[in-house]
């Protein structure tokens, strides 16, 4: 591959924010929820790479495919790989092409088909754009792409009130806030010169086991608690997790929870009738993660950020925690405190159009 640039390339990063920033001087983006990628053409070869630099050919060969059909023939472009389904984008989809089996990417791959939304350009030809202002770069960009046959555009303005807009619109979509790139700066691999505004939320969950720290002696350091809700059948399903704890908080929520740990009655350890539980084997995981179960008698308040998966839903990213709810009764923390944002065309979103579903 003889490009200007040749992988690994670390991407640009972005700054979480609490808001959309005012005034002039941004070019704000969607935040597509996908995985990060940086594209690599050069004639015949394409290289697909993800944001820690590995190579992501193997698991989406319709996309490389597609790239070749439709990428200028020397080119690096910045973007996100998506699988839209059902009118939203589907991050269990995505995630699944993740998958040591051949066979299985391959049915994946005609089944749920990825696409490709560029969104910067680093180099053309034996050009290297990296010091070139984002404007200019968006427009080269505009030049060189013809959205179609897997290959998106992402919207993109200057208007900080259109993309207050799209925060909350494009949410129903599946994707999950904004991206403010500054319209002067240059593309700063590693760098978090970007901003990001992602949708927050809090829901009160129980807590009905942990995980000890790794590097302590069990039952002296928190690592995690496990997260519970009732559906509306009053089964408790695990959600997931939350952990970030200092040190000692890590052994003083040992001491606390001590006296709830049981090995009796506990809804997690009869047979799961459906219900999701902490630690099963799956993908990743070739063996039953171990945890301990509590007494599902305490709740705390999390911020979480985006749910994820089909009923019952779980948690897409680790719940901070906020507070504990000694107000809260365990079996009021249910599924339908979760927040579900309105319904939106993933389509219209990927065609650059704002237009309801």
């Not at 040749?6 to 959309?20: K, Y």
């Not at 897997?150 to 979509?173: C, I, K, M, N």
């Not at 979480?304 to 089909?310: D, F, L, N, R, V």
Request: proline share 8%; net charge negative.
């Amino acid at each position: 591959m003889v490009l200007p640039l040749t992988p690994p390339v670390q991407p640009m990063l972005a700054n979480a924010v609490d808001e959309i920033p005012a005034g002039d001087g941004w070019v704000f983006e969607p935040k597509w929820d996908g995985y990060r990628c940086l594209v690599f053409r050069d004639g015949d070869e394409v290289v697909l790479q993800s944001r820690s630099g590995k190579p992501l050919n193997r698991y989406f060969p319709e996309a490389v495919a597609a790239l070749l059909r439709t990428l200028p023939e020397r080119v690096v472009v910045d973007g996100e790989l998506v699988v839209a389904k059902d009118d939203k984008l589907d991050f269990d989809a995505l995630s699944e092409r993740i998958h040591p089996a051949e066979s299985r990417i391959k049915l994946l791959s005609t089944q749920t088909p990825a696409v490709f939304v560029a969104f910067d350009l680093l180099a053309v030809d034996n050009q290297v754009l990296l010091d070139s202002p984002t404007t200019q770069r968006r427009a080269r960009l505009e030049e060189l792409v013809t959205p179609g046959d897997s290959l998106y555009l992402t919207p993109s303005t200057d208007d900080a009130d259109l993309a207050r807009q799209w925060f909350e619109l494009f949410e129903g979509a599946g994707l999950d806030g904004v991206i403010g790139k500054p319209a002067a700066g240059p593309y700063t691999p590693g760098k978090r010169t970007l901003v990001k505004v992602k949708h927050a939320r809090t829901a009160e969950c129980v807590v009905a086991g942990l995980r000890w720290h790794k590097d302590t002696e069990p039952g002296t350091a928190v690592g995690s608690l496990l997260l519970g809700l009732h559906d509306d059948n009053g089964v408790l399903n695990h959600v997931g997790v939350v952990g970030s704890f200092k040190a000692a908080e890590r052994r003083a929520l040992a001491q606390e929870l001590s006296p709830l740990i049981t090995t009796e009655d506990h809804p997690w350890l009869v047979e799961p009738d459906g219900r999701r539980l902490p630690g099963e084997v799956n993908r990743w995981r070739s063996k039953q993660a171990d945890w301990v179960p509590l007494r599902p008698e305490r709740v705390l308040e999390i911020a979480y950020s985006q749910t994820e998966g089909a009923e019952p839903v779980r948690l897409r990213h680790n719940g901070q925690f906020r507070r504990w709810r000694p107000d809260r009764d365990p079996e009021s923390c249910r599924y339908d405190q979760l927040d579900q944002p309105a319904r939106y065309d993933v389509d219209s979103v990927l065609r650059g159009e704002v237009r309801p579903a």
